[in-house]
């Protein structure tokens, strides 16, 4: 008899209030955000106030800069997320079924859907404010693991996104179709990988402590494009790993791929989370070689 972890019993909604008949829940998802969204904000206030920390004790941003900056963020993150998903997982669906595509409290959002909105309307307020694009992701990245942590947390107590079948001693219960169909059971209740609290750890807690030492025991800022290179290197990295132990997307799995690969010959492949974290892990080497060559070349100089 394998040991498992019971799913803790704590409801998506933290409290919920009804107004002449309508009903409003503050839920653990939504908090996620707005809390994730509240220490970027003040992380990045932080660093923009020290000006030691910049090329020639410059900051590229103004407090109130970065208050504006976060709007732009709210949206490239809510567009870009939802249309990610839309794109990269289920577009049949959403073609065959376009007016969906806006019922984002259905759920369905995509990291790296969002990252590619958060770029777009970082680099648009940048270009429009005159503000050097590169510092600014520096900027942006450095702020980003605290509320990817979060999130994660979200999904474990919303079930969801929960891991594939195991009988290790960590596996938990979840609940719902999380308990069907697993392959693998501990007598007969179907164990998971916790895969949401990997996530939590690798891109939330590992990552971010990386990044804030680099920045503020390193001086990883006088460096242009090392953060943003070692954020999005790290998290490609940590997502890649992950992926191996999330239960793929049920989209992707079928009886010749039972493992949800996206991208396979004879079965092997990738899973989608994995060939979309592969540019990322590219894309940030490039920035931290860069950011080195071009130090070194000034240190030179």
């Keep these: 008899m394998h040991a498992l972890i019971p799913f803790p019993e704590i409801s998506p909604e933290i409290f919920s209030i009804s107004i002449g008949g309508a009903s409003f829940a503050l839920r653990w998802y939504a908090l996620a955000y707005i809390a994730g969204i509240l220490i970027a904000w003040r992380l990045a206030v932080m660093a923009v106030t020290r000006p030691a920390l910049w090329p020639g004790q410059t900051a590229p941003m103004q407090p109130k800069q970065v208050e504006d900056l976060i709007t732009w963020i709210i949206l490239g993150v809510v567009l870009g997320g939802r249309l990610g998903f839309v794109l990269f997982y289920q577009p049949a669906y959403y073609l065959a079924n376009p007016m969906e595509i806006l019922l984002i409290w259905q759920g369905g959002m995509a990291f790296h859907g969002g990252l590619l909105g958060v770029v777009v309307a970082s680099w648009v307020y940048a270009t429009l404010n005159n503000i050097p694009k590169i510092q600014m992701a520096d900027l942006v990245a450095h702020t980003v693991a605290p509320g990817l942590m979060l999130g994660r947390l979200a999904n474990f107590i919303n079930a969801e996104l929960w891991g594939r079948a195991t009988t290790l001693p960590w596996g938990v219960a979840f609940p719902g179709r999380a308990a069907q169909n697993c392959g693998q059971a501990v007598g007969d209740i179907c164990a998971r990988h916790p895969s949401q609290l990997y996530e939590a750890a690798l891109e939330g807690l590992v990552l971010g402590?990386?990044?804030?030492?680099?920045?503020?025991?390193?001086?990883?800022?006088?460096?242009?494009?090392?953060?943003?290179?070692?954020?999005?290197?790290?998290?490609?990295?940590?997502?890649?790993?992950?992926?191996?132990?999330?239960?793929?997307d049920f989209q992707f799995v079928s009886l010749g791929n039972p493992l949800g690969l996206a991208w396979h010959i004879n079965g092997y492949g990738l899973t989608q989370g994995q060939a979309l974290s592969l540019p990322m892990i590219a894309l940030g080497v490039y920035f931290v070689l860069r950011a080195r060559s071009v130090h070194s070349k000034e240190a030179r100089a």
Excluded: N, S
């Design 209 to 248: 402590a990386l990044i804030l030492f680099l920045v503020y025991r390193r001086h990883a800022f006088l460096r242009p494009g090392l953060v943003v290179g070692v954020f999005l290197a790290g998290y490609g990295c940590a997502r890649f790993l992950v992926e191996f132990f999330r239960q793929p």
